[in-house]
């Protein structure tokens, strides 16, 4: 556990740089063979891009590191349960260990909503750990929801 406890503190450095561009502060990092190879934090505001989540850039950045679309030894963090286009893109990718740290009820698709990641009729399931370094996942985004609303 200490060690996705480590990799997902570089997961919440990742959310902290989204909150920083005013983005949803949610952050990736892929591991490969116990060293991060990809990392990134939302940026579809700052990208005028809808597929510009933390885990498409780096599921993005991770491909092109290891020169495969096949992303079989590694193990991807993200700070929040993935979308139903993540959950998707890391099901395509083939990524074997799914650690995500506050759970989404409304929009999760590792298990709050639906399950695509475990989905039984899909050629590839993943093995998920949830609630790792939820405490701080979920305050970064109550606090960046609470700015939010007082703009308003």
Not at 35 to 42: G, K, P, S, T
């Amino acid at each position: 556990m200490e060690e996705h406890i480590q990799y997902m503190q570089i997961a919440l450095e990742e959310a902290n740089k989204a909150y920083v561009l005013d983005e949803t502060p949610i952050g990736a990092v892929i591991v490969h063979n116990g060293e991060v190879i990809a990392r990134a934090c939302n940026r579809r505001n700052t990208d005028k891009n809808s597929l510009a989540h933390a885990e498409i850039l780096a599921i993005d950045e991770a491909c092109k590191y290891i020169g495969d679309w096949r992303l079989e030894e590694c193990t991807i963090y993200i700070t929040l349960e993935p979308c139903p286009m993540c959950a998707g893109a890391i099901v395509q990718a083939r990524i074997p260990k799914v650690v995500y740290g506050a759970s989404s009820p409304k929009a999760g698709f590792g298990g709050s909503v639906l399950n695509i990641l475990q989905l039984e009729e899909l050629n590839h399931r993943c093995e998920v750990i949830r609630d790792v370094c939820t405490e701080e996942s979920a305050a970064i985004l109550k606090e960046y929801f609470k700015k939010m609303r007082q703009k308003k």
